[in-house]
């Protein structure tokens, strides 16, 4: 069965520059949710989506920014990248209405140096 | 506000014992969800079990199992005979239950690591 898909797996990036991560719904799935994992720390939410339009918003810097497209992929952009982004980033997608679970992807590990 | 706590930084056990994992939650909602995930070495994090505010009765899959009571905001996960491949990050959360039914953004707690050593 498809699963949610985000890219790049990994990523490494010098402060100050930005970095794209992407995330591809499992079929059908019109919400999309963002968090941050730091190390040794449980994930904190980021923002939300739900059929294109943001739903939620979390503890995302000015920095980040977000949107969900028009095939229901996700992208979040981070601009002016610090040491403390460094992090691993999920997405996780539901089909919307009554829903068991939300599925996350694998994540996208984030180095800055 | 919501917050979930898992007072259990860190457990280590030896294979074959049981072992609980502790979880008190925090919540202004009368309805909401309640989740475990599994966060294994590799990173990814596992689904588990999620249980509904109105659902007080405790379920068990395999050598897992759940005791939710309502009257202590506690949703404590048991895990029975354990194994080395239950060595992981285990994560309580919680979310708003939306319009329809669905789970709103999810909150988690600070995550207990268990070690189960052969």
């Known amino acids: 069965a498809a699963g949610v898909i985000q890219s790049p797996r990994h990523l490494i990036k010098e402060k100050r520059e930005t970095a794209t991560l992407k995330c591809y719904p499992i079929p059908r799935h019109d919400t999309v949710y963002w968090y941050q994992q730091g190390p040794g720390q449980d994930p904190q939410f980021l923002i939300s989506f739900y059929e294109k339009m943001q739903s939620d918003k979390g503890s995302i810097p000015d920095r980040f920014s977000a949107q969900q497209f028009s095939d229901y992929h996700s992208e979040l952009n981070m601009s002016s990248l610090e040491l403390g982004d460094s992090a691993l980033y999920f997405c996780?997608?539901?089909?919307?209405?009554?829903?068991?679970?939300?599925?996350f992807g694998s994540g996208t590990q984030l180095s800055v140096l | 506000a919501q917050k979930v706590t898992q007072a259990q930084t860190e457990i280590s056990v030896v294979e074959k014992e049981d072992v609980t994992l502790d979880c008190v939650y925090e919540t202004r909602d009368t309805t909401y969800y309640l989740f475990w995930y599994k966060q294994p070495p590799s990173g990814e994090l596992v689904f588990l079990i999620r249980?509904?505010?109105?659902?007080?009765q405790n379920e068990i899959s395999g050598r897992y199992s759940w005791n939710f009571q309502k009257s202590t905001s506690s949703f404590n996960f048991t895990i029975t005979a354990s194994q080395v491949v239950d060595s992981a990050v285990y994560f309580c959360a919680l979310s708003e239950v939306n319009y329809g039914g669905s789970q709103g953004n999810l909150i988690f707690g600070k995550g207990t690591k268990l070690s189960v050593k052969p």
């Open positions: 996780a997608t539901h089909p919307g209405g009554l829903s068991e679970k939300l599925f």
């Open positions: 249980r509904n505010s109105f659902d007080e």
